[in-house]
């Protein structure tokens, strides 16, 4: 059992920069991914980011690919997601969510297992 916790969220202009945290508890998710995704209201959820935590190897959507930054500090349990040059259409509920896969990156819902309930991120133009 995974539980995740996302902070960070808020309101911040185009062009503006802001930090997203995941922290984890529970069973250790060693072997784990780690990965954001954001819905939009009316909108699907969309995959933005995805870390592996035991090596650090990451996957980025094209929208976010050299914006947004995904890191972890293993020793906190904890993944962020540094967003920078941030856009309106950014603007959405951000979630964290744990995936068993271990050799893949995955960027599907349906591969992840454990999910927070989301912060909102805000970005005005």
């Known amino acids: 059992q995974v539980q995740l916790v996302e902070s960070g969220g808020g309101l911040v202009q185009a062009g503006g920069s802001l930090r997203l945290s995941c922290d984890a508890s529970?069973?250790?998710?060693?072997?784990?991914?780690l990965g954001w995704f954001r819905q939009a209201p009316g909108k699907e959820r969309e995959f933005v980011a995805v870390?592996?935590?035991?090596?650090?190897?990451?996957r980025y959507a094209d929208s976010a690919k050299g914006r947004f930054t995904i890191s972890r500090d293993n020793a906190r349990n904890t993944v962020y997601l540094q967003m920078t040059s941030l856009k309106p259409e950014d603007t959405g509920v951000y979630y964290c969510a744990s995936s068993n896969m271990v050799l893949s990156l995955p960027s599907f819902s349906s591969e992840y297992d454990y999910w927070g309930q989301g912060t909102q991120v805000t970005v005005s133009s």
């Open positions: 529970g069973s250790t998710f060693s072997r784990y991914h």
């Open positions: 870390i592996r935590r035991n090596d650090g190897r990451t």
